[in-house]
């Protein structure tokens, strides 16, 4: 089983920064990516950066330039850097792992961590 834990969520003004984390363990053989999912009330679930084992990364067009993930993170250990946060990222961020499908360019979360809050306010 993958156990996920999330951090780093809090309140913060438009154009500051916050940097969510996510801690996996258990076992993680059948995982080759994780990812970062948002979701605020009404609005449709959205996979907003993707990690894989190759150390590749992928963004959704509403964060790229603004969002990264660092490549040189620890083991069994991702970060999400959020910079010029704006009020419509306001939302709660999962931390999933998951398989990626390479031809077809699909994420498929299977775990998922238990959600962290992030509020940017105007």
């Known amino acids: 089983q993958v156990q996920l834990v999330e951090s780093g969520g809090g309140l913060v003004q438009a154009g500051g920064s916050l940097t969510l984390s996510c801690s996996a363990s258990?076992?993680?053989?059948?995982?080759?990516?994780m990812g970062w999912y948002r979701q605020a009330p009404g609005k449709q679930r959205e996979l907003v950066a993707t990690?894989?084992?190759?150390?590749?990364?992928d963004y959704a067009d509403s964060v790229k330039g603004r969002f990264t993930i660092p490549g040189d993170g620890p083991k069994n250990t991702v970060y999400l850097q959020m910079n010029n946060l704006k009020p419509e990222d306001t939302a709660v961020y999962y931390c999933?792992?998951?398989?990626?499908?390479?031809?077809?360019?699909?994420?498929?979360?299977?775990?998922w961590g238990q959600g962290t809050q992030v509020t940017v306010s105007s």
């Open positions: 999933t792992a998951g398989k990626i499908y390479y031809g077809a360019r699909i994420y498929d979360p299977l775990h």
């Open positions: 258990g076992t993680m053989s059948s995982i080759d990516a």
């Open positions: 990690i894989s084992s190759r150390g590749t990364t």
